[in-house]
């Protein structure tokens, strides 16, 4: 019978027909809010335990620990409670309402810090002093593998080989690492672009890393380019999907379509797709819509 988990992936890939400033250029974006978890992190998140599991480092009994910004933690919450395991979740204070709320509701533990970096330093302490595990996205090969195995092979295939650009937000760079390596063992011409805050800009799901904290499953060789976005930019091209596309989008997806939005400018010919991390329903008790 089949489980809330047998329904990650498999999500539509939805072209932008009024946006797009370019008709020699074909833009899609991979809707990721569909998983049943709400994000793209659904992946990653059932990755990370059911790889774990399997070599036998997660036991009925074990401890879970995580710091997220969000998405994974509702994912992680979901998926821990399908498989009844106990875990505790280390959230930014400034995190949306809705975010706590969920994973709460799905039985989590939930800490709230004054920072991702501090979130982080708390978990692994955690984890080195009181025996959790931790499963730490940010240097986790199964956070990238999770891409690799399913949503690399699913855009190749749903743009019937034809994709020439992949454009991604970049947080834990799990995403964009990799499907980078899937499409590049396919076609080495297809560009990978990731998306940065501007200095001084903040989106959410969206990182300008510290050096000390540069997730270590990040490899810059995988990047072809990296595009800037300022918040302003990712928060109005956030309410244009939705108003001209009806794409109910979370800030890192408008981010991914302003950068994609641009690169169709640059270009004669291409297919770009890009990635919709999760909804817009996570954002509705902050300024996004407002």
């Known amino acids: 019978m089949a489980t809330i988990l047998d329904f990650i992936g498999k999500t539509p890939l939805i072209e932008l027909k009024k946006l797009n400033p370019n008709p020699q250029v074909k833009i899609f974006a991979k809707l990721e809010g569909n998983n049943p978890g709400g994000s793209i992190k659904d992946r990653a998140a059932f990755n990370m335990i059911d790889s774990a599991m399997k070599r036998?480092?997660?036991?009925?009994?074990?401890?879970?620990?995580?710091?997220?910004?969000?998405?994974?933690?509702?994912?992680?919450?979901?998926?821990?409670?399908?498989?009844?395991?106990?875990?505790?979740?280390?959230?930014?204070a400034n995190s949306t309402r809705e975010r706590t709320l969920t994973m709460e509701a799905y039985g989590a533990k939930v800490t709230l810090l004054e920072s991702i970096e501090a979130c982080r330093d708390y978990a692994e302490n955690k984890s080195e002093k009181e025996g959790y595990f931790l499963?730490?996205?940010?240097?986790?090969?199964?956070?990238?593998?999770?891409h690799y195995k399913t949503t690399g092979p699913e855009i190749w295939e749903e743009t019937g080989e034809?994709?020439?650009?992949?454009?991604?937000?970049?947080?834990?760079?799990?995403?964009i690492m990799g499907v980078s390596k899937y499409l590049k063992e396919q076609d080495?011409?297809?560009?990978?672009i990731g998306c940065q805050p501007t200095e001084g800009s903040s989106i959410p799901g969206i990182r300008r890393w510290p050096k000390e904290y540069l997730p270590k499953i990040?490899?810059?060789n995988r990047v072809d380019r990296i595009m800037d976005v300022s918040q302003e930019e990712a928060t109005t091209t956030t309410r244009a999907l939705a108003k001209n596309e009806a794409l109910f989008v979370g800030m890192s997806s408008g981010g991914a379509a302003a950068a994609?939005?641009?690169?169709?400018?640059?270009?004669?010919?291409?297919?770009?797709?890009?990635?919709?991390?999760?909804?817009?329903?996570?954002?509705?008790?902050?300024?996004l819509f407002g």
């Open 135 to 146: 499963l730490n996205q940010f240097a986790n090969p199964d956070n990238y593998l999770a």
């Open 188 to 192: 080495s011409s297809v560009q990978i």
């Open 56 to 92: 036998g480092d997660i036991q009925s009994g074990t401890r879970l620990i995580e710091a997220t910004s969000g998405n994974t933690g509702i994912a992680l919450a979901m998926i821990a409670q399908t498989l009844n395991l106990e875990i505790e979740l280390v959230m930014p």
């Open 260 to 287: 994609a939005l641009r690169l169709a400018k640059e270009l004669t010919s291409g297919m770009i797709v890009f990635i919709v991390c999760d909804r817009g329903d996570r954002y509705l008790s902050s300024d």
């Open 162 to 175: 034809k994709i020439t650009h992949f454009v991604s937000s970049m947080g834990t760079t799990g995403t």
């Open 218 to 220: 990040f490899d810059p």
